[in-house]
């Protein structure tokens, strides 16, 4: 599978943005921005995001196209990684296979991540590149409105 990771610019928002307003996504993702609608918020948010040398952020290009992005970034004293692919390209392993490419790249550990209780997807993924299930925790998903269960996990190596 011909995957590429090159850092995020300003130009590749317009194409994550319009993956991230597709509503199945954002019910699967469920830990969303109030609005992921809202145009200038999110380009706010991502402008700031990219420029900012504590995250990294990677546009992942499969075919010549923009599937999606994956980055790390610390939370709470913890490395978290995150990443969205355009549903039309799901279940073709992109995930997996960008996730994989970023941890080699990223030289912090352990690494951690969070998935919404029922995104099996997301869950296999991290699985997949050497994550371990930490536990659980409750927070408010904005895309469900309401407070459901995630999964945490982890990646020491």
């Not at 994550?16 to 597709?22: A, G, N």
């Not at 504590?54 to 923009?66: E, G, P, R, V, Y």
């Not at 994989?100 to 991540?113: A, D, H, M, T, Y």
């Amino acid at each position: 599978m011909n995957i590429i990771l090159r850092k995020t610019t300003d130009e590749d928002l317009e194409t994550l943005f319009l993956y991230q307003t597709d509503e199945e996504s954002n019910q699967m993702a469920a830990f969303t921005s109030e609005n992921p609608n809202d145009r200038n918020a999110y380009f706010d948010k991502w402008l700031k995001i990219i420029i900012n040398p504590k995250i990294n952020m990677q546009t992942i290009i499969h075919d010549n196209l923009i599937v999606g992005s994956v980055l790390h970034f610390d939370m709470m004293s913890e490395t978290n990684v995150s990443y969205w692919i355009g549903r039309k390209h799901w279940g073709n392993g992109i995930a997996t296979m960008a996730l994989k490419l970023f941890i080699e790249q990223v030289n912090k550990r352990p690494l951690f991540g969070r998935v919404a209780y029922d995104n099996f997807g997301s869950q296999k993924v991290l699985v997949n590149c050497g994550f371990k299930t930490i536990g659980e925790e409750y927070g408010f998903a904005n895309a469900r409105e309401k407070e459901i269960k995630e999964f945490l996990y982890k990646l020491e190596k």
